[in-house]
């Protein structure tokens, strides 16, 4: 037999093995259960690994906008159920089950940094207190604020509320952060 003819038959074979479908393995079965749970975990507000516990702007925390835009219930409620079909032990729908909760975990947990990049990169999120607290200092009115800064502040909120938190971070925090720190030193 050829080396060729000899990977041909391997792949034969693996192909087979994959269309009668193997069983979802303990330790396949045991890494979904810890994703789900590491999950579960980080999304309580007091034990969160989502940076600060402080309120943005909008009046909410960073496991807030996590919790909307990757996991809500009922995207929890998927992953527990296809945990349970992944460890029933029937082959086909155990792997598919497997399978679609990894995928969904991955493009969730994908999601969830690119939320994390607008929490940390820049002055965006609390820009508002960055200002309250330049003010008091200079004593100008709190109210006093440039337009352009409340014109930035809603086109974040816009893209924030599409679910847009990379565009949000990589255009318009940049934006805000250079109108806020010119507005401070033409203050100061």
């Given at each position: 037999?050829?080396?060729?003819?000899?990977?041909?038959m391997?792949?034969?074979?693996?192909?087979?093995?994959?269309?009668?479908?193997?069983a979802?393995s303990k330790?396949e079965s045991?890494?979904?259960?810890?994703?789900?749970?590491?999950?579960?975990?980080?999304?309580?507000?007091?034990g969160?690994?989502?940076?600060?516990?402080?309120?943005d702007?909008?009046?909410?925390?960073?496991?807030?906008?996590?919790?909307?835009?990757?996991?809500?219930?009922e995207?929890?409620?998927?992953?527990?159920?296809?945990?349970?079909?992944?460890?029933?032990?029937?082959a086909?729908?155990?792997?598919a089950?497997?399978?679609?909760?990894?995928?969904?975990?991955?493009?969730?947990?994908?999601?969830?940094?690119?939320?994390?990049?607008?929490?940390?990169?820049?002055?965006?999120?609390?820009?508002?207190?960055?200002?309250?607290?330049?003010?008091?200092?200079?004593?100008?009115?709190?109210s006093?604020?440039?337009v352009?800064?409340?014109?930035l502040?809603a086109?974040?909120?816009?893209l924030?509320?599409?679910?847009?938190f990379?565009?949000?971070?990589?255009?318009?925090?940049?934006?805000?952060?250079r109108?806020?720190h010119?507005?401070?030193?033409?203050?100061?």
């Amino acid at each position: 037999m050829s080396m060729r003819s000899g990977a041909v038959m391997v792949l034969l074979a693996l192909s087979v093995r994959l269309l009668a479908g193997e069983a979802v393995s303990k330790v396949e079965s045991a890494a979904l259960d810890k994703r789900i749970h590491e999950v579960e975990q980080m999304l309580v507000p007091l034990g969160s690994v989502f940076g600060p516990k402080d309120p943005d702007f909008r009046g909410r925390i960073e496991v807030d906008d996590v919790k909307q835009w990757c996991f809500p219930d009922e995207t929890l409620a998927k992953l527990r159920s296809l945990r349970k079909t992944a460890a029933s032990g029937d082959a086909k729908a155990g792997r598919a089950a497997l399978d679609e909760a990894n995928a969904i975990l991955d493009a969730s947990i994908a999601r969830a940094k690119a939320i994390h990049t607008y929490w940390t990169s820049g002055s965006a999120p609390y820009w508002r207190r960055h200002w309250d607290s330049f003010a008091e200092a200079n004593a100008l009115p709190p109210s006093d604020v440039r337009v352009s800064l409340l014109t930035l502040e809603a086109d974040i909120a816009k893209l924030l509320a599409a679910g847009e938190f990379e565009r949000a971070a990589n255009e318009a925090v940049p934006a805000l952060d250079r109108e806020l720190h010119a507005a401070m030193d033409t203050r100061g």
